[in-house]
């Protein structure tokens, strides 16, 4: 499958419960101020539990980006 060029799709080895109790506003924070200096904005993030207990993260983006810098954003 291909990732769609406005979404980012980020796996995160830390526990969803935790994730969400203790980081959640600190990276939507994050993410806004990453994604500001490269002109971008998120339509949404969304945050679900991957199958392990883990943390997954989507976040659709306002416009297309290359798959150059989704790495970068991604990294």
């Given at each position: 499958m291909i990732?769609?060029?406005?979404v980012l799709l980020i796996d995160i080895d830390y526990n969803y419960e935790n994730f969400?109790?203790?980081?959640?506003d600190f990276y939507i924070s994050h993410v806004y101020d990453v994604l500001f200096r490269y002109?971008?904005?998120p339509e949404?993030?969304?945050f679900k539990r991957s199958s392990?207990?883990?943390t997954h993260v989507m976040i659709?983006?306002?416009?297309e980006i290359s798959y150059e810098l989704m790495l970068k954003?991604?990294?």
């Open positions: 990732t769609p060029k406005n969400m109790s203790h980081l959640k002109g971008l904005l949404f993030i969304e392990s207990g883990n659709r983006l306002n416009r954003l991604m990294l």
